[in-house]
């Protein structure tokens, strides 16, 4: 007879748990014992010049992406050279990283301060008013390269051969940034959202990048919400593809920033939710 007893503690590797299962086949309903891996979560609490400021639940890679990821997109920075440095320490409870950043960036933080009970679904959860929620982004500038619907389509094949923790467990996001031939050039996995779009654009800020991403596109393996929109264009880039459905909001916001936002993205067909002026059929 098969207990509790059966299911292992974890053991962890690489954003990676394994552990003893037990599965049920049907119809037979027959149980067996077997292993199985799980994506890592784990809480990561993110602190500026020794202040506490948010507590996110994250998969423990790249973290220094994550941390220079979301300190540009929440405002609290200017640039990577307003960040002096990145420490990151392990505990038994999770990880803490305690970023030392510009004084001048002191007031942002303050403005744009959260007290998160961090989560892998709503990235605005713990703003302290509606006003904190809609940045003050300026529209993307044109001209820009159009997006020609073959380059989506490679895209999003290579995105889904690319995830390789979420081959592996099936737990993970996706985020990635292809260039207008529709290769990915990076990609970056986490359990949230949010976060993996965070890893993706601290990656490209700690390789001063971002002015390559004027020409390129974002993708990400998720709905594509507002603060995936206000994330995508605070790094300058002028296209999001998202595997899944926008929202209003997420509609709107990409209109009024220039953004071509694409929607349901596969690799027979997508659905254009703003600028469709910037398809072009080469």
């Known amino acids: 007879m098969l207990t509790d007893e059966c299911i292992s503690l974890p053991q962890t590797e690489e954003g990676l748990a394994t552990f003893?299962?037990?599965?049920?086949?049907?119809?037979?309903?027959?149980?067996?014992?077997?292993?199985?891996?799980?994506?890592?979560?784990?809480?990561?609490?993110?602190?500026?010049n020794g202040i506490s400021h948010a507590v996110l639940l994250g998969t423990p890679l790249d973290l220094e992406d994550l941390a220079v990821g979301f300190s540009y997109t929440e405002g609290i920075v200017r640039t990577h050279s307003d960040i002096y440095d990145v420490q990151v320490q392990h505990s038994p409870d999770g990880i803490v990283i305690d970023l030392d950043i510009a004084s001048a960036c002191l007031q942002q933080l303050k403005l744009r301060r959260r007290q998160l009970a961090g989560r892998t679904g709503c990235g605005l959860c713990g703003l302290e008013s509606l006003q904190d929620v809609k940045r003050a982004l300026p529209a993307l500038p044109e001209p820009f390269y159009n997006v020609a619907p073959a380059a989506v389509a490679?895209?999003?094949?290579?995105?889904?051969?690319?995830?390789?923790?979420?081959?592996?467990?099936?737990a993970t996001h996706a985020a990635a940034l292809a260039n207008q031939a529709g290769e990915i050039q990076v990609i970056r996995e986490?359990?949230?959202?949010?976060?993996?779009?965070?890893?993706?654009?601290?990656?490209?800020?700690?390789?001063?990048?971002?002015?390559?991403?004027?020409?390129?596109?974002?993708?990400?393996?998720?709905r594509a919400s507002f603060e995936m929109v206000q994330k995508t264009a605070a790094a300058g880039i002028p296209t999001l593809v998202a595997v899944s459905a926008p929202t209003?909001?997420?509609?709107?916001?990409?209109?009024?920033?220039?953004?071509?936002?694409?929607?349901?993205g596969r690799e027979q067909h997508f659905n254009v939710y703003s600028h469709p002026h910037r398809l072009t059929s080469f």
Do not use: Y
């Open 154 to 170: 490679k895209a999003l094949h290579q995105l889904r051969q690319q995830q390789v923790l979420h081959q592996k467990t099936g």
């Open 248 to 264: 209003t909001l997420a509609t709107q916001l990409a209109k009024e920033l220039n953004l071509l936002l694409i929607g349901f």
């Open 20 to 48: 003893h299962i037990v599965r049920c086949e049907t119809p037979s309903l027959a149980l067996h014992e077997m292993p199985d891996l799980i994506a890592q979560e784990v809480p990561i609490a993110l602190q500026f």
């Open 190 to 222: 986490d359990v949230g959202r949010h976060n993996a779009l965070d890893k993706l654009i601290g990656h490209l800020l700690r390789h001063d990048a971002l002015a390559t991403a004027a020409q390129s596109l974002a993708l990400v393996s998720s």
